[in-house]
């Protein structure tokens, strides 16, 4: 179930079960998620940090990946950087960005298939690694 808490700007903010605020283009990318039929938490927390959306993985597709979209708000990189590898260490999450623009234009069909090439290549990886 989705609240409408406020706007921001131009841009709807929207609540979850949890009351983190989300915004209507994660919405979108995970709605893309799903029709790849993978699950995905929008605003997971994983102490001290929360990303935008992560998708665990289902079966034997263990992913960890997690996704963050990046607005023109967005500019610290050494931040990202620290956060990155302290999640990476800590919590084995990979993450891979989209800038706003991706999903505002909705560039779906390209989104889709760097995904697709993400989740085939660390599927074949941990299959060589068995």
């Keep these: ?16 079960s ?3 605020q989300y915004t209507k283009k994660q919405e979108t990318l995970a709605s ?6 993978f699950g995905c ?8 940090y929360f990303v935008d959306i992560f998708v665990p993985g289902t079966g034997d597709w263990k992913l960890n990946l997690a996704i963050e979209i990046d607005g023109p708000w967005h500019i610290s990189k050494v931040k990202d950087n620290k956060r990155e590898i302290y999640l990476k260490d800590t919590y084995g999450i990979n993450f891979i960005r989209f800038s706003d623009i991706d999903i505002i234009k909705s560039n779906k069909e390209n989104i889709l298939e760097l995904l697709k090439s ?13």
């Design 32 to 37: 893309w998620i799903r029709e790849l039929g």
């Design 118 to 130: 993400i989740i085939v290549l660390k599927y074949q990886s941990e299959s060589n690694n068995e």
């Design 1 to 16: 179930m989705f609240l409408l808490l406020k706007k921001q700007g131009e841009e709807a903010v929207l609540l979850n």
């Design 41 to 48: 938490i929008l605003e997971k927390e994983f102490p001290p």
């Design 18 to 20: 949890n009351n983190r």
